[in-house]
């Protein structure tokens, strides 16, 4: 079945520093990724998505990439801030369900 | 507009009975995904309804575990004979359409189930 890898598990970085993570999937057919935020005891929010037909989208500090080819995509987060600290989750969908990777705890140090 | 709700948020049940879990999608959501998530653990994905069909139920860990869901509304996750290993929180998700172009998913704030 499809299986989601995420890396890394933890994160920690400088605030004002970019914040890198990357998911493979593995069912070349998944044609949707997106990412979820999820904060302590809270539920998972949306913060960016992307589909198969695109290689790369931005939201102001957040991007996310695309490789098809390798079956790859990352999120990218710029000039972090404290209240990016988080854990967050990429997801590949086939036929609407999600697979979510087991996420990556990002820290963001003051 | 209202978002996804659930009920309980938390529920203690004791291991061998049977608990309902509620879930509230997005009105006009035709779509509504549960999940599961164990502490410090990713979401697994467990069944998807598509209005009240539900055309995958690929997730579903056991035969203790059943849903149905009420039209384009309401769905209730039922847990029979609950394990300790069921304890977890769950996750009701819903979005416009399912199947034809994944779009995006609305989280509820999911129930927190502590089988003791």
């Known amino acids: 079945g499809e299986n989601v890898e995420q890396h890394p598990s933890t994160l920690s970085v400088q605030e004002g520093d970019s914040a890198v993570i990357k998911c493979t999937y593995s069912d070349s057919a998944s044609n949707y990724f997106p990412w979820y935020k999820q904060e302590l005891g809270k539920r998972p929010q949306l913060i960016i998505d992307?589909?198969?037909?695109?290689g790369e989208k931005k939201d102001q500090r957040i991007a996310v990439t695309l490789n098809k080819t390798a079956k790859h995509f990352s999120l990218h987060i710029t000039e972090t801030q404290p209240e990016d600290s988080a854990v967050y989750f990429c997801a590949a969908s086939i036929w609407g369900k999600l697979i979510f990777g087991q996420g990556t705890e990002l820290s963001v140090k003051p | 507009g209202a978002g996804v709700s659930q009920s309980p948020s938390n529920k203690v049940t004791e291991k061998g009975k049977d608990v309902e879990l509620r879930c509230d999608p997005i009105?006009?959501?035709?779509?509504l995904y549960w999940y599961r998530q164990r502490l410090g653990q990713g979401l697994e994905f467990l069944i998807y309804f598509q209005g009240n069909s539900a055309p995958d139920k690929s997730g579903l860990p056991s035969d203790r575990f059943s849903a149905e869901r009420t039209g384009e509304s309401v769905s209730t996750l039922t847990i029979q004979r609950t394990q300790q290993e069921d304890s977890a929180v769950y996750l009701c998700?819903?979005?416009?359409?399912?199947?034809?172009?994944?779009?995006?998913?609305?989280f509820g704030p999911g129930t927190r189930l502590t089988v003791t």
């Open positions: 992307i589909r198969s037909n695109v």
């Open positions: 009105s006009g959501h035709t779509a």
């Open positions: 998700a819903s979005s416009e359409r399912g199947t034809g172009g994944a779009l995006e998913q609305y």
